[in-house]
């Protein structure tokens, strides 16, 4: 590594990207910050059972999105890695990948708003909150769908200032429309899922018509082939996205399950703070993935590998190093229902961090392919998972806190294996080649 910086042309190459890399980071934490905003105002708002309803209408969301996913956007990112300077074939690969995710949207539209109505109805919401609730989680499946698709050929084509658009624009629209039904009294939980639908939309425009032109008129080629290779690909991950769509709402479902709108409230108002930890996840979506699909030279993959994870687990560290020594500010900015969460408030953070030093790692593994391995996710979890229920309590903050934490801790391990398993074994990795 040292010897690679000795070089000029790698130091400049090094000092650009740093400034470019810094620039997303600081447009991010403005978004972050606009997103904390948002999700702060509705915390400290609506009444503890408005925002247990709030907070599993936003789980579905979130649910919705991965299942009509399903691994598509990694295969479009994995494919586009290496044709992305071939317009008529990377039009292919999108038109591909869009006829998929139609199918995809309708199937999972059909099972989220099953279970969406039957959770809100179990807490409480009446027959057409949970109606309108569930309405307006998937009205923008298709926006949501299309926009991750068109947004990896911006990634791809490393377009850093459309992509700072496309990520602040929405977010202030978001923001300013949650603030003004604040300021109005209107805020509710039927409300507050309008404005984020309105950003939905408005990143589908901005994003539609930022890639449109970049595609071009050409003739789109090799559709056929494309869509064998991406559902090659969803195929191999697919069982894995179910499970971590479950995964990633298990815990405000199970909560909502077994417990009352009070403990789903506490849940969903820790879990705002996942905002700390989102404030890499765009430099990294934007520009580190999308290197890494399309490297080719080993020893700079394990450098990038190397200092992702460790700049993860650094930060992490801080974030909970400050919870630990100051966690009343945390709490401050939920509000005086939550203040008494000081000990949850502990352990939800230190189950997000793990989570997302996983989630990086298995991000880093798919923009390769590497997913063989993928599979053993499901039985490692769901073995740690069955011993965790059996001894820690599902129907309060502290025992699912507990519960997270053992699962993350071994989808961490697991996804660490498959990284280094993939830079040692990767045909497709040479020595002493140049990185694109």
């Known amino acids: 590594m040292l010897s690679w910086l000795s070089l000029r042309h790698n130091r400049l190459r090094l000092y650009r990207w740093s400034a470019i890399f810094g620039g997303f980071a600081l ?23 408005d925002y247990a309803w709030f907070t599993i209408a936003s789980s579905m969301s979130a649910a919705l999105a991965v299942l009509a996913d399903a691994g598509i956007v990694n295969a479009v990112t994995s494919i586009g890695g290496t044709i992305w300077q071939d317009k008529a074939s990377l039009k292919g690969l999108v038109h591909a990948a869009l006829r998929l995710r139609v199918k995809l949207a309708a199937l ?30 998937l009205a923008p499946v298709w926006q949501i769908s299309t926009t991750a698709v068109f947004n990896v050929v911006n990634r791809l084509q490393s377009r850093t200032q459309q992509l700072q658009v496309a990520d602040l624009v929405p977010v202030l629209v978001r923001t300013a429309l949650t603030a003004a039904l604040a300021l109005l009294g209107g805020l509710t939980p ?5 404005a984020v639908l309105v950003a939905h939309l408005t990143q589908y425009g901005i994003v539609r018509m930022q890639v449109l032109p970049l595609l071009g008129d050409v003739q789109p080629t090799g559709i056929a082939d494309h869509t064998a290779r991406i559902w090659e690909v969803v195929l191999q991950l697919l069982p894995n996205c179910i499970f971590i769509c479950i995964q990633g709402q298990l ?12 403990e789903v409230s506490d849940l969903g108002a820790l879990n705002r703070l996942a905002v700390i930890f989102a404030v890499l996840a765009g430099p990294l979506a934007q520009f580190v993935f999308p290197s890494f699909a399309r490297a080719s030279d080993r020893k700079r993959m394990w450098a990038m590998a190397i200092a992702m994870v460790a700049g993860t687990v650094a930060f992490s560290i801080m974030v909970l190093a400050f919870a630990w020594w100051q966690g009343h500010w945390f709490l401050w900015i939920l509000g005086g229902k939550y203040m008494h969460l000081q000990r949850e408030l502990e352990l939800v953070l230190a189950g997000m961090a793990l989570t997302n030093v996983s989630g990086f790692v298995w991000a880093l593994n798919a923009s390769r392919g590497w997913n063989h391995l993928a599979w053993l996710n499901i039985p490692l979890t769901l073995g740690t998972q069955a011993v965790a229920a059996w001894m820690l309590p599902l129907n309060s903050v502290m025992g699912l806190a507990w519960f997270i934490i053992a699962s993350s801790a071994v989808q961490c391990g697991h996804a660490l294996a498959t990284c280094i398993f993939g830079l040692t074994h990767d045909p497709r990795i040479q020595s002493a080649a140049r990185i694109c």
């Open 108 to 137: 999972s539209s059909v099972i989220v708003a099953g279970i969406s109505l039957w959770l809100l109805l179990r807490n409480g919401a009446g027959l057409p909150s949970a109606i309108g609730l569930t309405a307006l989680v």
């Open 251 to 262: 815990a405000t479902w199970l909560i909502s399950v077994f417990a009352t709108t009070s």
């Open 190 to 194: 039927l409300t507050a899922l309008m």
């Open 27 to 49: 447009v991010q934490l403005v978004v972050q910050a606009l997103n904390a905003v948002a999700g702060f105002l509705l915390v400290r708002t609506l009444e503890k059972p």
